[in-house]
């Protein structure tokens, strides 16, 4: 029986039928509340012989309207509004502005402030606390808004639109499978490719970041290293060769079957990884600094029309640096960590101008719907004040600018910056400029530094090209809805036998005819740590929150935080496009009502504890997704065990206990734990033991044993001992062989949570990219000798 359609669902599509053409889809289509489908029937008749049984197959039955279209979304990593050149910006964008002249634009659209918060609520529909990602992966906690896992309660649009009969794939960064469960023996329930999130291939990494260099890939399930022995990789050139691939293959072996691709790479979160000649393509172009850039920008986007022409430009932070401020000797590193970070983000732009091409190539680029996400949060201030290692920010460590240029130019000066020695990142001067004409930026989720993103729309044969930008105010999880607004798809109500909850976006179809039509979305809550904003019929309460991204270190106020003392702005949007004009004591009325609506959505959404999501980043870092064993036992064959998932060596008091058999001759690494930016690693090497704790590049701790090491069969012993009370704390180091003390000393300070995101633990080797500069040319420098076991025991 045809069910018709909704009253809202009728009149949504109604009102783009001018622009939009009717996909035609069969009754079945409409309205389909379980999936998966019903198993096809057969309309063969079985008798007891083959002679006395007909055979009579019904034909194949499509879930999806005639015509469907393929489906691409492209997302950019930690970029600002104000930085591509399609919309005013300083960085040269061809393939955003292609998507933006073959269709349509919005400035008006939002992000959640934060990378896994975003990516849920995008590829989900629903708002990233209900589907437990009201903190990155990494961070996740106990409480149900945090945890760090979609729920099968909120089916993801790759799930549901391969059950209507897509191809679906992912490439590039993922950040939504909790850190705990990364390794290489799963579990897999949480992985992009597979029953439970529903990608048939993905290939990328799990972690929020990574070396564009030498990166720890997923391809599927499998974990692999595709740069080893590769000169001239890169990872974002990689994914996009085996996108393009993918697309080519899914077109000639189901050439009727529609796809939907997710593709979204790293850049330009940190660390800024480029060839030395994209950077070198913005010498100069930032010699004036974030000051004088942020008006020029500020002045294009008014020439094209991109912002109203009475929007005003917001002011610097009090607590950020003006670019008179910098010292002259160290502006050249400056400019050129801003001039990395461009080259960068053109290079990815560029990569996803090669799967537009294809498109061209295959002939279905009409009848592919494209959205083209500029970022998933604003412009990240981490850099804080630039740096050569960005985790130093995320561990709380301060450190003196004079520290990282002294580095860099011991690894080679301004052209290290960029290579794979360092994890640069530029100053938040930088990001706060990218963020122009908005306050705040990444991490802010009161101000649209932080959670607005240009929108590109796409879709040749449906949606006619217009220059007008669209205002009307949308966000992430509306793009769900759009999509299957499009499609003609009922959101499920029961997915593989469980409940579905609400989707909480609003379908973007109405405005694909005219940027005119009244918004659709009358309400949204933003939080993330504690910053907090809610947007209701044209205006938004805003609460900075407790944390200033672009401050060093953690400030000891942090531990007395309530959301209860926090001040609220309010701001007229339809007067104020870049909340240039705190209103609140002129509406106080309105500002109850905004606050009071955040306080009901916060419960519904289960934001519940408001800034929940600094329990492990901040209060308690212990309880950060790790292996919860006190002591691991590995043997050579267990390399490439990601981070977040080995044992502490660099963070927690522990000992390291190796049975290893020893000959003159023996060199390698014996075990290694993060890279390049910072890790801690022992090997051998002229019949010595070595050892490294690299702080992020600015402090390199360096044992190493007096006398020969004795041949055959050998007990190590690394003991570490962290002093209590104390952040960053220090560690001691003793170094035995056979029971005796061969060497022992002293880390100054040592990292409070990790030192890399998507690097590894190795037993025999180092993976990736190496811990020591000792062996940087010879990696993975692996151990020429037998492991026969490896031990580690937590003392604390």
């Avoid at 850039?293 to 950020?320: C, H, N, S, Y």
Wanted: aromatic fraction near 10%; include cysteine; charged fraction near 20%.
């Amino acid at each position: 029986m045809k069910r018709p359609l909704s009253h809202q669902f009728r009149a949504r599509w109604l009102g783009v039928s001018t622009t939009l053409l009717m996909l035609g889809a069969p009754a079945a289509a409409l309205a389909q509340e379980t999936l998966p489908f019903p198993p096809k029937p057969s309309g063969s008749k079985a008798g007891p012989t083959i002679a006395e049984s007909t055979y009579s197959p019904l034909p194949a039955k499509s879930h999806l309207p005639a015509n469907a279209p393929n489906i691409v979304v492209i997302m950019l990593d930690d970029v600002g509004p104000a930085l591509p050149s399609s919309f005013g910006g300083v960085i040269d964008t061809r393939t955003l502005s292609r998507v933006a002249g073959d269709g349509i634009t919005y400035n008006r659209f939002h992000n959640a402030a934060m990378c896994s918060p975003t990516r849920a609520a995008l590829l989900t529909g629903r708002n990233h606390h209900r589907v437990g990602y009201g903190q990155i992966a990494e961070l996740a906690n106990d409480w149900d808004g945090y945890s760090g896992r979609i729920p099968r309660t909120s089916a993801t649009a790759a799930k549901v639109l391969g059950y209507y009969g897509y191809a679906t794939s992912a490439f590039g960064k993922w950040h939504n499978t909790p850190a705990n469960e990364t390794t290489a023996v799963g579990p897999y329930t949480n992985w992009p490719a597979g029953q439970g999130i529903g990608f048939d291939y993905f290939y990328g990494f799990l972690a929020g970041e990574s070396s564009q260099w030498e990166p720890a890939v997923v391809e599927n399930t499998v974990r692999v290293n595709p740069s080893e022995g590769k000169k001239g990789y890169h990872f974002t050139e990689d994914m996009t060769d085996k996108a393009v691939s993918w697309m080519k293959q899914v077109h000639a072996l189901t050439p009727d079957r529609p796809f939907f691709m997710y593709w979204a790479p790293g850049a330009s979160h940190g660390p800024h990884h480029i060839f030395k000649d994209w950077a070198d393509k913005y010498k100069g172009k930032f010699d004036e600094g974030w000051d004088v850039m942020r008006e020029r920008v500020f002045a294009r986007q008014k020439e094209l029309g991109w912002i109203p022409k009475d929007t005003e430009l917001t002011p610097r932070p009090k607590t950020l640096a003006a670019w008179a401020d910098i010292p002259e000797d160290e502006k050249p590193f400056q400019r050129r960590l801003m001039e990395v970070f461009a080259g960068y983000t053109e290079h990815a732009d560029a990569q996803a101008g090669r799967l537009i091409d294809a498109l061209d190539e295959l002939g279905i680029r009409d009848n592919t719907l494209v959205f083209y996400i500029w970022g998933d949060n604003g412009s990240s201030a981490e850099g804080q004040n630039g740096t050569i290692s960005e985790l130093l920010a995320q561990n709380g460590i301060p450190s003196e600018i004079k520290d990282h240029i002294r580095t860099m130019n011991e690894l080679g000066g301004l052209d290290v910056l960029g290579s794979p020695k360092v994890d640069n990142m530029y100053h938040a001067g930088w990001a706060w400029a990218g963020s122009t004409p908005h306050r705040s930026t990444k991490l802010i989720a009161a101000h649209f530094g932080g959670t607005r993103t240009p929108l590109a729309v796409s879709w040749p044969s449906r949606i006619k090209a217009d220059k007008t930008p669209r205002p009307q105010f949308h966000h992430v999880n509306d793009i769900v809805p759009t999509i299957y607004d499009i499609l003609r798809i009922t959101p499920p109500k029961l997915v593989d036998g469980v409940s579905q909850d609400q989707l909480d976006g609003t379908s973007m179809t109405y405005s694909f005819a005219s940027p005119t039509e009244p918004d659709q979305k009358k309400e949204q809550y933003f939080e993330v740590m504690g910053s907090r904003a809610y947007y209701k019929d044209g205006w938004i309460a805003s609460a900075f929150g407790p944390r200033v991204p672009w401050q060093t270190g953690v400030d000891p106020s942090i531990m007395k935080w309530s959301p209860k003392n926090d001040v609220w702005e309010l701001y007229d949007l339809k007067k104020d496009f870049s909340q240039a004009k705190d209103v609140a004591a002129a509406h106080p009325a309105k500002l109850a009502e905004l606050k009071q609506a955040f306080d009901v959505s916060a419960k519904d959404n289960k934001v519940d504890p408001v800034g929940g999501g600094l329990w492990s980043a901040i209060f308690h870092p212990e309880d950060a997704p790790s292996n919860p064993a006190k002591s691991f036992s590995f043997t050579q064959e267990v390399v490439g065990v990601p981070e977040f998932t080995a044992p502490k060596l660099g963070s927690r008091s522990n000992l390291v206990t190796i049975d290893a058999d020893l000959q003159p001759e023996s060199k390698g690494v014996l075990y290694a734990l993060g890279a390049i930016s910072g890790g801690v690693a022992l090997w051998v090497e002229e019949g010595k033991l070595n050892y490294e704790y690299n702080l992020f590049e600015i402090e390199r701790t360096q044992l190493q044993t007096s006398t020969p090491l004795p041949a055959g069969k050998v007990k190590i012993e690394v003991e570490t001992r962290k002093a209590s009370g104390v952040r960053p704390a220090p560690l001691d180091i003793i170094i035995r062989v056979d029971g005796k003390e061969v060497s022992k000393g002293r880390v100054p300070r040592s990292a409070a949570l990790t030192f890399t995101a998507n690097d590894a633990f190795d037993v025999g080797r180092d993976s990736y990219s190496p811990v020591s500069l000792a062996y940087f040319d010879r990696k993975p420098f692996a151990f020429n000798g037998k492991i026969r076991h490896l031990k580690v025991d937590y003392l604390d």
